[in-house]
């Protein structure tokens, strides 16, 4: 069992910031590829940014420039540092990891934390 528990999400005025904070645990080997997604209200999931385990970043166009994504691989945990927040940047943002449950094993991607709710108020 692998388990991505979000966290730091929360109210903001336009222009403000938050750190998210994703958590793994659990059955893991290893990490590959960490990124968080949101999903807008009446919007489909979308994806905001990724990192590999080596430190290869890539970001949604619209948080370029704003949006810092890391990771402590120590901790098995995923950042995202929210700056310049916009009231577009409103969603639910959900951690996804790539895992490897056993040594030399298969990566899935299939893991997701609960999600955090950001709200940005404009």
């Known amino acids: 069992q692998v388990q991505l528990v979000e966290s730091g999400g929360g109210l903001v005025q336009a222009g403000g910031s938050l750190r998210l904070s994703c958590a793994a645990s659990?059955?893991?080997?290893?990490?590959?590829?960490m990124g968080w997604y949101r999903r807008g209200p009446g919007k489909q999931r979308e994806l905001v940014a990724t990192i590999t385990y080596d430190g290869l970043t890539n970001y949604e166009n619209s948080v370029k420039g704003r949006f810092t994504i890391s990771r402590d691989d120590a901790k098995r945990t995923v950042y995202l540092q929210m700056n310049s927040l916009k009231p577009e940047d409103t969603a639910v943002y959900y951690c996804n990891a790539e895992v490897a449950t056993a040594p030399a094993g298969p990566y899935e991607d299939n893991y997701w934390g609960q999600g955090t709710q950001v709200t940005v108020s404009s």
């Open positions: 659990g059955s893991i080997a290893s990490i590959n590829v």
